[in-house]
């Protein structure tokens, strides 16, 4: 029952990552019909041939790239659509499959390995796309506003290595329950693992440390952003600048902020959510062993929210290229680069700055 309290014998009961969910509480239709496996596998078809099609098409800009400005950003653009693919791939090949054949998880996976597993990858994959976000915001805000402050820009090799940082600490977040800090349990309406929103010490404290590091990520990309916008603004609308302008650096803020918005939508409501409720229950000290039916529904709803981030993000690269605007709106020219917004350089260091 979900009255009765831990004992020494519970790491070896399924309830360990299963008690958070009752899957026998008289929901049986609504689990049906929420739980649709052409919803699932729809979603999952969609996502995975956008951020395909949109890694084919980074790869075809990459290879006719000649600005150096503009590798950087490419490089960790193509780690976001790697990760948003890679995460719906995952995730897909667990959830689908337990749609059609409706298998018993505590039967199937007794230890919790396979529940383990998809917790983890909810969460890396989750918060991969939020930090390589604000990362991405980083380098352009250095890029636009110090543009000359580095001889060249960040080398391809540096790039992946930013893009390795963020998805071993990433890793390294995901693998912390694992370790005994929170637990990873299944979901309403059986589907799914992800942490567990219960009062006990290790699951809030891994709950707030996820939530609160995607908040602090959007809102860092927000302030990056809105300020290199603000920049390139300013910058643009000078007199003697005005018919100078470059629209590769327009042309990866549009995209920047069109990824800011849309992790803005689809995250937010979910973060803010998982912190309201592990406060809520703080009072209740562990008392609360099963996760209420409306908690339980309205996070299903957040997660499906999240979903469409990993379909929509690699929308905004493909359809906001110079060579996708330039049809619709013919007058768009390529012109010269940021640094000929700035005051006149010497000959020989604006060589430096602009050779690529």
């Given at each position: 029952?979900?009255?009765?309290?831990?004992?020494?014998s519970?790491?070896?009961?399924?309830?360990?990552?299963?008690g958070?969910?009752?899957?026998?509480?008289?929901?049986?239709?609504?689990?049906?019909?929420?739980?649709?496996?052409?919803?699932?596998?729809?979603?999952?078809?969609?996502?995975?041939?956008?951020?395909?099609?949109?890694?084919?098409?980074?790869?075809?800009?990459?290879?006719?790239?000649?600005?150096?400005?503009?590798?950087?950003?490419?490089?960790?653009?193509?780690?976001?659509?790697?990760?948003?693919?890679?995460?719906?791939?995952?995730?897909?090949?667990?959830?689908?499959?337990?749609?059609?054949?409706?298998?018993?998880?505590?039967?199937?996976?007794?230890?919790?390995?396979?529940?383990?597993?998809?917790?983890?990858?909810m969460?890396?994959?989750?918060?991969?796309p939020?930090?390589?976000?604000?990362?991405?915001?980083?380098?352009?805000?250095?890029?636009?506003?110090?543009?000359?402050?580095?001889?060249?820009?960040?080398?391809?090799?540096?790039?992946?290595?930013?893009?390795?940082?963020?998805?071993?600490?990433?890793?390294?977040?995901?693998?912390?329950?694992?370790?005994?800090?929170?637990?990873?349990?299944?979901?309403?309406?059986g589907?799914?693992?992800?942490?567990?929103?219960?009062?006990?010490?290790?699951d809030?404290?891994?709950?707030?440390?996820?939530?609160?590091?995607?908040?602090?990520?959007?809102?860092?990309?927000?302030?990056?952003?809105?300020?290199?916008?603000?920049?390139?603004?300013?910058?643009?609308?000078?007199?003697?600048?005005?018919q100078?302008?470059?629209?590769?650096?327009?042309?990866?803020?549009?995209?920047?902020?069109?990824?800011?918005?849309?992790?803005?939508?689809?995250?937010?409501?979910?973060?803010?959510?998982?912190?309201?409720?592990?406060?809520?229950?703080?009072?209740?000290?562990?008392?609360?062993?099963?996760?209420?039916?409306?908690?339980?529904?309205?996070?299903?709803?957040?997660?499906?929210?999240v979903?469409?981030?990993q379909?929509?993000?690699?929308?905004?690269?493909?359809?906001?290229?110079?060579?996708v605007?330039?049809?619709?709106?013919?007058?768009?020219?390529?012109?010269?680069?940021?640094?000929?917004?700035?005051?006149?350089?010497?000959?020989?260091?604006?060589?430096?700055?602009?050779?690529?």
């Amino acid at each position: 029952g979900d009255m009765e309290p831990p004992n020494s014998s519970a790491a070896a009961q399924p309830d360990v990552c299963f008690g958070v969910f009752n899957a026998s509480d008289g929901r049986s239709n609504a689990q049906k019909s929420i739980a649709s496996p052409w919803f699932s596998t729809a979603f999952g078809l969609i996502g995975l041939c956008s951020n395909l099609f949109a890694l084919c098409v980074l790869i075809s800009s990459s290879r006719q790239l000649s600005s150096r400005s503009r590798s950087p950003f490419l490089v960790f653009l193509c780690g976001l659509v790697v990760t948003d693919f890679m995460g719906l791939l995952v995730t897909a090949s667990v959830i689908i499959p337990y749609h059609f054949i409706k298998f018993v998880w505590a039967e199937v996976d007794p230890s919790c390995h396979l529940c383990n597993f998809l917790g983890f990858s909810m969460v890396f994959f989750g918060q991969c796309p939020l930090l390589l976000g604000a990362t991405m915001a980083g380098e352009r805000f250095f890029g636009i506003n110090h543009p000359f402050s580095r001889s060249t820009s960040i080398s391809k090799r540096r790039a992946w290595s930013i893009v390795g940082l963020v998805w071993g600490f990433s890793c390294a977040l995901g693998l912390l329950p694992v370790l005994g800090l929170g637990k990873y349990t299944l979901q309403y309406p059986g589907s799914w693992c992800f942490l567990t929103l219960l009062p006990d010490t290790g699951d809030v404290i891994f709950c707030l440390l996820f939530a609160l590091l995607g908040i602090f990520s959007v809102l860092l990309s927000f302030i990056f952003n809105t300020v290199s916008v603000v920049t390139l603004c300013r910058v643009y609308h000078d007199r003697e600048s005005v018919q100078r302008r470059r629209d590769s650096e327009v042309e990866m803020m549009v995209q920047l902020v069109g990824i800011m918005i849309i992790a803005t939508i689809c995250w937010m409501p979910l973060l803010i959510f998982i912190v309201q409720t592990v406060l809520q229950q703080l009072p209740a000290r562990g008392q609360i062993r099963m996760l209420p039916t409306e908690t339980q529904e309205m996070l299903l709803i957040y997660i499906r929210m999240v979903t469409w981030n990993q379909i929509l993000d690699p929308w905004v690269y493909i359809l906001f290229r110079r060579a996708v605007l330039q049809r619709v709106y013919p007058s768009l020219r390529p012109r010269p680069s940021i640094l000929s917004l700035y005051p006149v350089l010497n000959p020989s260091l604006r060589r430096k700055f602009t050779a690529g």
